[in-house]
């Protein structure tokens, strides 16, 4: 295992969402990374709040449902972000040590983040972030010395790591793409940088488990993966907090690269406490051959939104795209995908299903764009919601834009109660009402999970699952 040496989560100071933010957050930077920092700044002052009047906002209220200027930047003592692990020492890198597993290597870890990550499986690599800084970075040493690079994302910019300046925020989510992309490009105080060389395998999931403390924190993240030719990485980034009184923002933005051949896999675990806000934009750009599959799974927060694209650029490419949702209580989950097939003969295949119960309420709108001269694709798109209470509600936009003619598509949504016959069915055989009620639940959502049964997020996501229908 290859460990950068510092584990602590050090106490964070905040600065109000503002100029003074962005410049702190710059703090420190190679020029090039300032310059964009300012650029994206001013676009972010330049563009309007999203509102519902927008087709693509039209059911998440952002003003009602987010007081930012009641948020502050996390910042730590000093400026810039606190002090991070960086790249694996040389002794390190020496070390014949077994895949990563352990949790004790990073103290002053609140119970409930230690506790998630020991009911994770080995990993080839560990990342952890409190607050937006990244205070553990991890990495199995065999994997290190056959050249993958897992490192704190601004440690990677600061020392002119390859394919970080040329990549981040640049091709799949530059500052101009949005009022919140151009937000997180600005005040971005650390993440990760996963490069995974031609050819490498890992047959273990990186994970990185990140915590937003309290309150009032704006905590803003960036994740950056390359894959390159004909590797393999699978990448899990959980997310918690505790429960809150106010309002809590995690605001993220993943930009994933597989180049030709490369298979990858994402899965986005959101399990954040009450008062918890969850905002990310996903881009994930897969070449010839190349297989980008995603997870997306909300669980916690008050409100979440999740904005995913997935481009195909080359033939051959692949992606499933995999949504989870449970909510409850007065719970608000939005998801905005696209499958953007720009080269001909690639495949995307989309499910999202969730469950909703109380007052939540759930958001689905989802596009298929074939380019022209994108013939002979294949493209799917589906998704199914299950009400288990007549307060809940789902809404469900899927939308087609073909500019091709030989192409297969098709897209789907149902909203339903919860199955009346298998219900029968169970209690007839002597299930109690809600023993019942909780088996058809997660046979629904189950069927999800076993399209991406990646080693520990299965059983984590179910028991998640299982608990909140335990309480409800």
Not at 369 to 388: K, P, S
Not at 390 to 397: Q, Y
Request: proline share 3%; glycine share 12%.
């Amino acid at each position: 295992m290859a460990n950068g040496g510092v584990a602590t989560a050090e106490k964070v100071e905040r600065r109000a969402v503002g100029p003074a933010a962005a410049a702190e957050a710059g703090a420190g930077d190679p020029s090039w990374l300032r310059a964009r920092r300012e650029e994206a700044w001013a676009l972010y002052e330049a563009m309007p709040m999203p509102s519902t009047r927008s087709e693509e906002w039209r059911y998440t209220d952002v003003g009602r449902l987010l007081d930012f200027d009641g948020l502050a930047v996390a910042q730590a003592p000093g400026g810039g972000p606190g002090r991070r692990s960086g790249l694996a020492s040389e002794e390190a890198l020496a070390s014949e040590e077994a895949p990563v597993s352990h949790v004790g290597a990073a103290t002053g870890l609140p119970a409930e983040l230690r506790d998630a990550m020991a009911q994770d499986r080995e990993g080839a690599g560990r990342v952890v972030d409190v607050d937006g800084c990244v205070v553990l970075a991890e990495l199995d040493g065999e994997l290190a010395r056959r050249g993958v690079v897992l490192a704190s994302l601004r440690d990677a910019a600061r020392q002119g790591l390859e394919g970080v300046e040329s990549l981040l925020a640049t091709e799949a989510v530059p500052a101009s793409d949005g009022k919140f992309p151009a937000l997180n490009a600005a005040l971005w105080s650390d993440g990760v940088f996963l490069r995974v060389p031609r050819g490498v395998s890992l047959d273990l999931p990186v994970r990185l488990a990140r915590w937003v403390s309290s309150a009032g924190t704006a905590a803003f993240t960036r994740i950056l993966v390359v894959a390159e030719e004909g590797s393999r990485v699978s990448f899990v980034d959980e997310i918690l907090s505790p429960d809150m009184d106010g309002t809590a923002l995690a605001g993220t933005t993943v930009e994933i690269f597989a180049r030709g051949g490369a298979q990858v896999q994402y899965v986005s675990l959101q399990r954040m406490g009450r008062g918890g806000a969850y905002l990310a934009q996903q881009r994930t750009l897969a070449e010839r051959d190349a297989t980008l599959d995603t997870l997306n799974v909300a669980l916690g927060g008050s409100v979440g939104r999740v904005d995913l694209n997935a481009r195909l650029l080359g033939s051959g490419a692949n992606s499933d795209m995999l949504g989870l949702y449970f909510g409850d209580g007065d719970q608000h989950f939005d998801f905005n995908t696209s499958q953007d097939h720009v080269a001909p003969n690639a495949h995307s295949d989309l499910l999202y299903k969730g469950a909703l119960d109380g007052d939540s309420r759930g958001v689905f709108r989802g596009i298929i764009r074939v380019h022209e001269g994108a013939q002979q694709t294949d493209a799917y798109q589906t998704n199914r919601n299950l009400l288990m209470s007549e307060r809940a509600v789902a809404t469900s936009l899927p939308n087609l834009e073909i500019e091709a003619d030989d192409v297969r598509c098709s897209h789907g949504a149902t909203v339903g109660q919860l199955d009346a016959e298998a219900l029968f069915y169970l209690m007839s055989r002597g299930i109690g009402r809600r023993r019942a009620e909780r088996l058809v639940v997660l046979g629904f959502l189950g069927e999800v999970l076993s399209r991406l049964p990646m080693g520990g997020v299965v059983e984590k996501v179910t028991k998640a699952i299982e608990a909140k229908l335990r309480h409800g």
